[in-house]
């Protein structure tokens, strides 16, 4: 991390409906919570929808900036009931996989102003390993990245996590495992994907967090609200609200 900057997380999956945007989201509201002032940023270029899932309807997006038609300040949105600002992804532009290296370093320089007015810029990325995707995790200060307990999940957390080793070797990836039924079935699934990463690539990638299953998330995504404002008791809002202060000591 650059001095005098705050800080970038990016948020992967291997593949979607693991729980990846829900947690941008909901990670962005727990920081915020701990007095961080956050931008969450749409990074997924073909199916952004962290606007839905906030129920917010934008009329400019990333893409609008990184093309020069509007100024950064412009594009983003106040959730004043998050307590967090979010900068809109465009849906079904069908641009993610094209994004040339001029590009990424548009992302890249948008990235970094980002960050040096806000203290944390959570980057929620498209789902999968295509080129674009890649580069922009590799920009990150930290990449979290989400599976679940089912193999499939599981084998293409690996591959984005083998990935990002050859695209930013020694950079901070850790695991997070979402949809979990206790914290200690989470373990194992981490352990799982752990012991992969150490006997391949000969690399520890530490787990960040454990999330547990729970009925609620699906509830206020419905409503198209925060976790943490509709149900702040629950517990999957508990076990966010737990990651951030690991990730974010002493605030």
Known sequence: MTAGRGRIIAIASGKGGVGKTWLAITLSQALAHRGRRVLLADGDFGLA??????????????????????????????????????????????????????????????????????????????????????????????????????????????????LHDRDHPGGDARIVVNQARDDAAGRRTAATLQHACTTFLRRDVPLAGVLRRDERVAEAIGRQMPLLTRHPASPAAADVEALARRLMPGS
């Open 49 to 162: 929808n962290v606007d839905v899932q906030l129920g917010l309807r934008p009329e400019r997006d990333m893409l609008s900036v990184l093309a020069g038609r509007v100024p950064f300040g412009q594009a983003v949105i106040r959730h004043e009931a998050a307590g967090f600002d979010v900068l809109p992804g465009r849906s079904g532009s069908g641009t993610v996989g094209a994004l040339s290296e001029e590009a990424v370093e548009r992302v890249r320089v948008l990235l970094e102003d980002a960050a040096r007015g806000w203290e944390v810029v959570v980057l929620d990325l498209g789902a999968g390993i295509d080129p674009a995707t890649r580069r922009m995790a590799a920009l990150a200060d930290l990449l979290l990245v989400v599976t679940t307990s089912e193999p499939t999940s599981l084998t293409d957390a690996y591959a984005v996590l083998k």
